[in-house]
């Protein structure tokens, strides 16, 4: 057997892995293979890191500028396009590698944990925020893009290429899985997009400093050490004061003082009150304001309870802040009301805030109310009861998740427990600002084997507002109107379903689950009429 060509000190595999444990520069990394393993796992928290903040930078412009699948898709492409660029620029660095991946490291965990902060308080003061928001997807795509290249350079002493390969896309897809899983699953529910910013953040700067600190002493990287550590305490001091930074942006949004808010798995929920106002958003949305919310919530319930004979079981889908209940109570024949609403933090808000229960009066701690938490979709997908009067108050179709609540799908379900001699009635958004989505919910539910009657009313907040009723047959014309409310009279009943040549009928697809026709119509006009 021929012999290997070894030198004195060591054989020919040995003395390989120490050439190649070299920078360019001559610059040796430690030899252990602790110091192997510690880079292996830094590829799992770097690909971590990184999908949660291309995470975060969607949900976040999904939450602000709506159409989630557009903003998903966009962000997504942006993010995966500056990383591409990022890997191709790795192969202009010549030397000093692990310099470089520091540094790299330090720059991600302040670009990436800041963003949500930065994007949520950009967002309010910013007439350009989608400049500001693609630059800093642009600029955390690109640096994340170097990291992989780097770590594959600085581990090529280490394994062959195969092993090197196989080892570092291994963790770097685990650490994907991983992201993925945590994100809905724990991070949005229990932290916050603002908290979880700065934790995946301190991460990053933790394997900056992991890696400083395994190096020998004559390579201590000192001005680097102190760059990891005062980005760590700008990250720690981020996530200690991070709903505060949250309350801000939001008062600097909203304009008005902000008394209440919460981050929940489905949405953010805040309260605003100034002096005898008080608002509701939802993801920045507005859903009422106490000043006029009685116009909205009488002309939603009354004229549809008004038009059955004997309205005994009443179903409400949405309507968590229980406005609308408390317009049904108000009928003497109204026996027992279901109310499914998905987010379990609103209806217990409204059902324990004082202040909140004065302006429902107590309408969900009715004893003729049940409470359901769930999706509606699914849940009426499941129901197997029949309803005198279904009172449908979804929020808007501004993404897919709630324009599935719109679809001819949907309104089968609901034509199914309706009961003979039922009116249903739905929301369904301004036929003057956007008379598509509006005439498209109705061809909609009429494609779904309903007549439908819309009217619309005039809400100070809103502006006209529309709202369609429903029903097997012929939607009876007249209607009860219960004495003693503030808008609603027999007289103001029957001026609701005239519509001037502004918001006329036109011919509108139907929205279904395949193409949600709605979502789109509906972010055109309101983005036309908003400018």
């Known amino acids: 057997m021929a012999e290997s060509p070894v030198g004195e000190n060591g054989t020919a595999s040995e003395k390989r892995s120490t050439a190649l444990s070299e920078t360019d520069s001559g610059e040796r990394y430690p030899k252990g293979s602790a110091f192997a393993g510690a880079l292996l796992v830094s590829v799992f928290v770097v690909a971590t ?95 994340v893009g170097l990291e992989i290249p780097l770590l594959m350079r600085i581990l090529r002493g280490r394994f062959d290429f195969s092993e090197t390969v196989s080892n570092v896309l291994t963790f770097d897809y685990v650490g994907a899985l991983a992201a993925s899983l945590l994100f809905p699953l724990v991070l949005m529910p229990w932290l916050g997009m603002i908290r979880t910013g700065f934790l995946f953040g301190l991460l990053n700067v933790a394997v900056a400093l992991a890696v400083l600190f395994m190096l020998p002493a004559k390579r201590a990287m000192l001005a680097e050490k102190i760059a990891g550590i005062v980005a760590a305490m700008l990250l720690l001091g981020g996530f200690v004061v991070a709903e505060r930074l949250q309350r801000w942006a939001e008062v600097a949004g909203y304009g008005e003082p902000v008394i209440y808010a919460l981050s929940t798995p489905f949405q953010r929920i805040v309260l605003t009150r100034s002096g005898d106002d008080l608002r509701l958003f939802l993801n920045g949305n507005l859903q009422f304001s106490s000043r006029d919310e009685y116009r909205y919530h009488e002309a939603l319930v009354h004229p549809a309870i008004g038009r059955v004979a004997h309205p005994r079981d009443v179903l409400i889908l949405g309507g968590g802040d229980g406005l609308a209940a408390r317009e049904v109570l108000k009928h003497p024949d109204v026996r027992h009301i279901t109310l499914v609403d998905l987010d379990p933090e609103m209806t217990k808000l409204f059902s324990q805030s004082d ?115 429903a029903a097997h047959g012929a939607v009876p014309q007249q209607a009860r109107i219960l004495p003693g409310a503030r808008f609603l009279s027999a007289e103001t009943a029957e001026r609701l379903f005239d519509f001037p040549p502004d918001m006329a009928r036109r011919p509108m697809p139907v929205n279904r689950l395949d193409n949600q026709a709605l979502v789109r119509e509906f972010a055109a006009e309101w983005a036309r009429y908003e400018g």
């Open 355 to 469: 202040m909140l229960v004065a302006l429902n009066r107590g309408s969900l701690s009715d004893s003729r109310l049940r409470v359901i938490n769930a999706d509606g979709f699914r849940w009426l997908r499941e129901a197997r009861g029949r309803y005198d009067a279904i009172i449908v108050d979804f929020p808007d179709p501004t993404d897919f998740s709630v324009g599935k609540l719109y679809t001819e799908s949907f309104y089968r379900e609901l034509s199914r427990v309706l009961a003979p001699g039922g009116v249903a009635v739905v929301q369904s958004t301004s036929p003057l600002v956007a008379p598509g989505a509006f005439w498209t919910v109705a061809a909609t539910i009429e494609a779904a084997g309903l007549s439908t009657k819309p009217y619309h009313a005039y809400v100070p907040s809103f502006g006209e507002w529309g709202f369609i009723l």
């Open 49 to 143: 890191c990184g999908l949660i903040y291309e995470l975060l930078a969607s949900t976040i412009a999904s939450y602000l500028l709506g159409d989630s699948v557009t903003q998903f898709s966009t962000v997504i492409g942006t993010y995966l396009f500056a990383m591409g660029i990022g890997s191709w620029c790795s192969r202009y660095v010549k030397r000093d590698e692990l310099r470089l991946f520091v540094r790299v490291e330090i720059l991600i965990a302040l670009l990436g944990g800041w963003s949500a902060a930065a994007l949520f308080t950009l967002f309010p003061v910013l007439d350009h925020f989608r400049v500001a928001l693609y630059a800093l997807v642009l600029a955390i795509g690109f640096f």
